[in-house]
């Protein structure tokens, strides 16, 4: 694979994309009632479809096609966070990763439409209008989970916990994140994108009375957090010193990864590997 | 059938381009849609610049197709590059006007109809019917059966509809 720093950002953003998109799928016939069937459906057609114009940017990089990029690799070469291939769970986790995720790609895109580099600035506008109802149904039912019952209320700040733990994953930093940042092409540093992200989400949480949920996060903030359900690791190298420790769910962007993602990549790209080469 | 090579120009290509349908609307072309960025003539080389309703739109392969395959048979042309671009983002007023009665008839509420980018937390504006024209309307869903549409509700007629997402 090609060199050029770039690569490495359009894969986690696409491939971010592309397993949450595979997750939120598992929804379809099965959600609590048919207009969720409905939502998780599209919402997750719309994310797979970022991902399609992610692969291709990184298809004009690398020379390869989207395809092959989106389904031809093995599970260590994907870049995702570990936070989107964990299973859906129940509603209360469902709806946590949805709105965690959906805030942290809401503060990514806006980052990027600032990039110096023009080709993936210009694809953030698209996205962002058609990101906008993502995050409006996650805070609708953040919202509506954290109003009560008391069991909703419960498995909602359960699901927060949980998902919690791992989204600092999201803004891992890239392998070439220095030299990105040099150039131009991240205007703001995952570091400092993650300080946005967790103002935006503690002024929701707090208006909802449940800000208590980021405690594990702060902790983590300060060095002291360590995860504990997110320890299977598919590879154990350390591919540049860092080490194989996925306490926040870090590692997916060096292409270490959680149990739950094999099962994940076996399924999504199954029919790709059945036959490879075909056209559908 | 034996042509011997006329000059294309660009307004030809844009005429063939509006009989070339939106495989999830029909009725309208993909022209009058407003996906038709910029049209390049080069003698028989002609390079297309498209955009799609929606970014990584599941029709974009079958268009693209469809889109080729009519300019190719015009006279004249001997190859065509189809290009879907992130250059412009697309929105519905790039929707030619006549095709909007054209969207009512087939269910789906044209730009105009009331539909306003919703803030996040406030409820959004009703969007009058395309079947009866009542804005006693209501928003059911903000997904619907292509990612470009949400769904709606009338309220006057008692039917479900259709609205182009702004």
């Known amino acids: ?280 | 059938m034996v042509t011997t090579a006329t000059s294309v120009t660009p307004d030809d290509v844009r005429a063939v381009l509006d009989t070339v349908p939106d495989p999830e609307m029909p009725p309208v072309s993909i022209a009058e849609l407003g996906m038709v960025v910029d049209v390049r003539v080069d003698g028989g080389l002609v390079e297309l610049d498209l955009v799609a309703t929606y970014s990584g739109c599941p029709a974009i392969t079958l268009i693209s197709e469809q889109v080729a395959a009519a300019v190719s048979a015009m006279p004249g042309v001997e190859s065509v590059d189809v290009r879907f671009t992130t250059d412009v983002v697309w929105t519905p007023e790039r929707i030619a006007e006549s095709a909007h009665d054209k969207l009512r008839a087939f269910g789906i509420a044209p730009p105009g109809s009331g539909q306003t980018l919703v803030q996040i937390g406030s409820r959004p504006a009703p969007v009058a019917c395309p079947l009866c024209g009542s804005t006693d309307t209501v928003a059911d869903s903000p997904f619907g059966p292509t990612p470009c549409r949400s769904s709606s509700y009338c309220n006057a007629c008692r039917n479900p509809f259709e609205v182009l997402k702004p």
């Open chain 1, 1 to 280: 694979m090609s060199t050029d720093p770039r690569v490495s950002l359009v894969l986690a953003l696409a491939d971010d994309e592309l397993v949450i998109g595979h997750r939120h799928s598992h929804w379809t016939g099965v959600a609590p009632h048919v207009e969720e069937d409905l939502a998780f459906s599209s919402i997750a057609q719309d994310e797979i479809g970022h991902a399609v114009v992610w692969y291709g940017l990184a298809a004009e990089l690398t020379g390869k096609d989207p395809d092959t990029l989106g389904l031809g690799r093995q599970p260590d070469g994907y870049r995702n966070a570990i936070l989107v291939e964990r299973p859906n769970g129940d509603w209360g986790y469902t709806v946590a990763r949805h709105y965690l995720y959906d805030t942290a790609e809401d503060v990514r895109l806006r980052t990027l439409a600032d990039s110096a580099w023009a080709a993936a600035a210009g694809a953030t506008g698209a996205l962002l209008r058609e990101e906008r109802y993502h995050l409006m149904h996650a805070r609708l039912w953040l919202d509506r989970l954290a109003s009560g019952p008391i069991e909703a209320r419960r498995r909602l700040v359960d699901g927060l916990i949980a998902a919690l733990a791992e989204a600092p994953g999201l803004f891992e930093p890239l392998p070439d994140e220095d030299e990105l940042l040099a150039d131009g092409t991240l205007p703001v540093s995952h570091d400092e994108q993650r300080r946005q992200w967790l103002e935006i989400i503690a002024g929701d949480l707090s208006a909802l009375g449940i800000e208590h949920v980021l405690q594990g996060e702060a902790h983590h903030t300060d060095g002291e957090f360590v995860a504990t359900s997110s320890g299977e690791l598919l590879s154990a190298e350390e591919s540049d010193g860092r080490s194989a420790d996925a306490s926040g769910g870090l590692g997916g962007r060096h292409g270490r990864h959680s149990d739950d993602f094999a099962s994940v990549w076996e399924e999504m790209t199954g029919t790709y590997r059945a036959h490879p080469g075909a056209t559908w």
